[in-house]
């Protein structure tokens, strides 16, 4: 059974002030949870405050982004060592934002998926069409592209590793696909899961839903069989928002 992952992407959100206060109006809200995974992913100014604000709760600490080298001359980057000595155990990993507005490609996807797997860190790959792609009919032949380029060759446990299906067409446009197309393109992330290893392996790996994700609509993606939680980006902004979604994954499933 796989566990239900909620998971917060703050982008860029919130100096530290503004984190730590929202950890002190959020644990007490979820201190009662146990049948949902929990991940906040603030900016990297936020990454130490937020460790220390999270410290003895089960809400797990991710970043946004990480770069696929251990160490060198690239300015501006953060490497997978710095990611865990700040406390992070999850990562995001080819958001499209970084790939439509920053120009991140899936060879640069599959570098950084590699090394943050081999750092210990758990990826939440992101993976989605734009919404041209999806009126010429080419969603699927996307997402399966996206999803072979990044996992091509790498050797990982399927509790490792966790894929998001965010449609960049409902990424904060208000939008969020049907359950229906959720659902539909969540089976078929879990079926290429298993040609590219096992259908043991796929049925172990969690797919998320993100997209406009509100805590008024997230209980019917979260009833989807392959849909295993979700990849909140401004509805986890407020703490009460994003403890009533938690708080809807503690009943769902």
């Not at 059974?1 to 998971?7: E, G, K």
């Not at 949870?33 to 130490?48: H, Q, Y």
């Not at 081999?118 to 989605?128: A, F, R, S, T």
């Not at 060759?153 to 969020?176: C, H, M």
Request: charged share 20%; net charge negative; glycine share 8%.
């Amino acid at each position: 059974m796989r566990r239900l992952l909620i998971a917060a992407n703050w982008k860029m959100h919130k100096v530290k002030a503004e984190a730590q206060q929202f950890a002190v109006e959020f644990l007490p809200r979820v201190a009662a949870v146990e049948k949902v995974d929990m991940v906040i992913c603030p900016a990297f100014t936020g990454l130490s405050v937020m460790n220390s604000a999270l410290a003895g709760s089960r809400v797990m600490l991710g970043a946004q982004n990480m770069y696929w080298e251990a160490q060198g001359a690239f300015t501006g980057e953060v490497s997978a060592a710095m990611l865990i000595d700040a406390g992070c155990r999850y990562v995001i990993i080819g958001h499209s934002e970084r790939r439509h507005i920053l120009g991140e490609n899936n060879f640069m996807v599959h570098k950084k998926l590699a090394a943050a797997l081999e750092n210990g860190l758990k990826p939440i790959l992101c993976v989605g069409e734009t919404l041209q792609e999806r009126e010429n009919n080419l969603a699927m032949q996307v997402v399966q592209e996206q999803l072979q380029h990044a996992l091509a060759g790498l050797d990982f446990e399927p509790e490792d590793v966790v894929i998001a299906y965010e449609p960049v067409w409902a990424i904060g446009t208000g939008i969020n696909a049907s359950y229906h197309d959720a659902q539909e393109m969540a089976l078929f992330i879990r079926r290429g899961l298993a040609a590219l290893s096992s259908e043991e392996a796929a049925s172990k790996i969690r797919i998320l839903y993100g997209g406009s994700v509100k805590a008024d609509n997230i209980d019917k993606f979260l009833q989807q069989p392959d849909i295993d939680g979700a990849l909140i980006g401004g509805a986890s902004l407020e703490p009460a928002s994003l403890a009533a979604m938690v708080g809807v994954g503690e009943h769902v499933k």
